[in-house]
Each structure stands twice: as C-alpha cells, then as structure tokens.
C-alpha cells in the first residue's frame, strides 16, 4: 500500500514538473507590435540609417547582405512546431549584443523572445558568422597572398618582406563550471587566449583563440596552431627575397613585441637597454610597423563593446564569439575601404587609430581613450627568447640596412 502511494505522488510530482504554464510568456506574444526587430530596428533600417549603423556598426545594405550570406548557415528549423524566428531577427539580436554587451536576458525582453531561445540564437548566429564569412573576408592564406601583405606593409610602413603583425590579448570569460585553475590567469581573472595577425589595412589574416588563459605566457606561442605550422614548414611564405635597392636577400617575417621569439620568420626589437643609435632605429621602424596590430585590436575592441566586458558563456561559445568578431570586422573594414573615402569613414575614422602627422610625429588614436580595455590584456610572454644565431644575424643586416643610405631614404624622419 505504501509502495503505492509513492508511487502514486511520484507520478504526480512529474506530472507538475511537467506542466508548463504557458505555450509563449505573455510578453513575448507582443513580439510583431512591441519587439525591437519589428518596430525600432525597422524604423532605423528605413528612415535613420545613422543610428542603424550605432545599433549594428554596419549601414543597412551591409546588414541585408550579410543576412543574405548567413542564412544559409543558421540551423534548419523544418522541425520546429512553432513558426522560426526570422533569421534577420536573430542576426539583429546577435549583432546587437556584440556591439553594446548587454546581458542575454536583455536581449529576449528587447526583441520579446524566450531567455532559453536568445542563449541558443548567439552562438547559433556566430557559428553561422564564421562558416559563411571565413573563406571569403578571412581566408587560409598562400604565398601569392602573403607576397601581396608583404608588398603593402612596405608600401605603407616602410618595413621590407614583412608579411603581418602579430599579437596576442586575453579575452576576460566567466568562471566555467568545473575548470579548476584551467582558465585562470596570471590576471587573476578566467580568460581564454586570442592571437592573431593583421595586414597593413588593420584586417586580420590569421586567427587562433580558445587556449587556455592557465597556460604560461611563454607557452602560448608553442602551442598555437601557427606557431607549430611554421615550426613543421607548414607556412606556405614566399620565399627569401632581396631587401629593397639590394642584393641581400632576407626571409620574409612578421613583427611582434618583445613578449616574442625571436626566430627567422618573427622579429621582435632590440633589448631596451645600452641600444645603440642603429639598434633605436630597428626599434622605431618594427614599432611602427607592429603598432597595426595594436590598432587593429583596438579598433576591435572599441566597436564590439562586449569584448570590454566578461563575457558570460561557455568558453566554446566564447571562442565561436571572437571568430565572429573577427569575420564581422574584416567584412566592414574591406566594405569601407573598397567604396568609401578614408576621411568619410565610419567603422574605422581617421582618428580612431594612430597616426602621423605631416612632420611625421605619431598621434595617438581615440581608442586608447575608451574605458573598458582593461578586459583585454596583453600577454607578458609569448615565447622563449633563446634565438638561433641566424635569426639573430638576420635582425643585424635588417637593422644595418636602417640606416644605410637606402634605408634613411624610406624614412629620414626616423632620426
């Protein structure tokens, strides 16, 4: 008798779990007449394309077309009892959220969807970012590609067979469940790891984000997929050519900091102290040709508010979150600099990033004046600095070209 009253109140305690208290909340009934997408959102896209653009940090043609690009990415909802989203109304949600960092529940009360529906839509959309934008605004890169990096790095910053810069930042995650010290950084903060490297339009070319914010500075270099590729000749890099005016060939490198290797392929300045006059004007040339990674962080950072803020998801979501950015930002920096003039720019203005005066003295861009940066921090080291003879001889004839006559010519401001 016993066994069957418990079971009796089992089945109804299911039974009440069970029972939903309604198909759709209330509030999100009101979706067509009161949601976001259907009513301010529209409005903008229509009649106020300004603030369109400060909603979504692209013009509304931009916006259709992406939409147009997506779609076909976004999950099949053939199975769905109730009628799907629309996917302009996911991607607005997701865009919108990227741009100003508000919280998930925000989100499904501005645009009247469910809590549960808007934490699926995300990371749903960025998935969807990345495979239809990827192969097209970010793709694998050959040595007819890199020849052409390499050939606008020097035509812009004056720095020879230097195929792109390259960085690394910590992106700020919550504390995923069950980690440990897994993600925990020197910081003291959860983070996952994000290294990249730019071309001499601050568009980046190569993508590596998710390691561990655990792991030691030092190591993360070692353990990125471009650093094994180049330490495998996976790299397909054109091959050694000759500096400018010369018959001295040097490989063709990238340009980091000094939280750096120095390798063949990767030159990092002089040791700061006792420089020499020839070592300063190494240093002020790889500065400035390293700074576009800097920028192009920055400019990252400062239209994509939800990278000034912790972000709070899996770190799986988080990953697919960055290589959505990073997609985002190649797709409307190629669109500005394809069809609008550099002074009319809106996504990256002139003096958003640094620059140079006439008389060549550097200005800083507004985007070291944001708040919020302090979510995306440097790595103090990226890898052992125990460089191979060669590659150290090789920085030597770069530096002594410098300041060669050939090399004041490039930049006589450089003194």
Not at 150 to 173: M, R, S, T
Not at 206 to 227: E, H, M, N, T
Not at 362 to 376: C, K, P, S, V
């Amino acid at each position: 008798m016993q066994r069957k009253r418990t079971a009796l109140s089992l089945c109804q305690f299911v039974e009440k779990k069970k029972r939903r208290r309604w198909w759709v909340r209330p509030i999100n009934r009101t979706r067509s007449k009161e949601g976001h997408y259907d009513t301010i959102f529209a409005y903008m896209k229509d009649h106020d394309h300004e603030e369109f653009y400060e909603f979504t940090r692209m013009w509304p043609h931009k916006f259709e077309q992406l939409v147009e690009l997506v779609s076909p990415f976004l999950p099949n909802a053939q199975n769905c009892i109730r009628k799907p989203l629309p996917a302009g109304l996911r991607i607005a949600l997701t865009l919108s959220y990227l741009a100003h960092g508000n919280a998930v529940r925000t989100q499904s009360w501005d645009y009247r969807v469910g809590r549960s529906t808007a934490y699926k839509i995300i990371p749903e959309v960025c998935e969807a970012i990345w495979s239809a934008l990827h192969p097209t605004y970010l793709p694998d890169m050959n040595r007819e590609k890199w020849a052409k990096v390499a050939e606008e790095f020097y035509l812009k910053w004056q720095f020879p067979n230097c195929v792109g810069a390259v960085d690394g930042k910590h992106i700020k995650i919550r504390c995923p469940p069950n980690s440990g010290s897994e993600y925990f950084n020197y910081k003291q903060y959860f983070s996952i790891v994000l290294m990249a490297t730019c071309d001499a339009q601050f568009k980046f070319t190569w993508v590596d984000v998710g390691q561990y914010g655990s792991i030691s500075d030092g190591g993360v270099w070692s353990r990125s997929k471009f650093g094994t590729d180049f330490e495998r000749g996976y790299v397909d890099l054109p091959p050694p050519k000759n500096l400018p005016q010369t018959n001295i060939p040097i490989h063709h490198v990238f340009v980091g900091d000094e939280a750096f290797p120095l390798k063949m392929y990767l030159l990092r300045p002089y040791n700061r102290k006792d420089l020499g006059d020839a070592e300063r004007v190494f240093n002020y040339r790889l500065s400035r040709a390293r700074r576009v990674i800097e920028n192009s962080f920055g400019i990252l950072v400062s239209r994509w508010q939800i990278l000034t803020r912790t972000i709070c998801c899996t770190p799986d979501n988080a990953t697919d979150i960055i290589k959505a950015l990073v997609c985002l930002h190649n797709y409307i920096m190629t669109a500005e600099e394809q069809h609008v003039m550099p002074y009319a720019r809106t996504y990256c203005p002139y003096d958003l990033i640094d620059h140079d005066t006439l008389d060549h003295d550097e200005i800083l861009g507004n985007w070291r004046n944001q708040t919020g940066l302090g979510t995306f921090t440097d790595l103090t080291r990226i890898g052992a600095n125990n460089a191979r003879t060669n590659a150290t001889q090789q920085r030597d004839v770069i530096r002594d070209y410098f300041v060669s006559p050939l090399g004041e010519q490039e930049a006589p401001w450089q003194y």
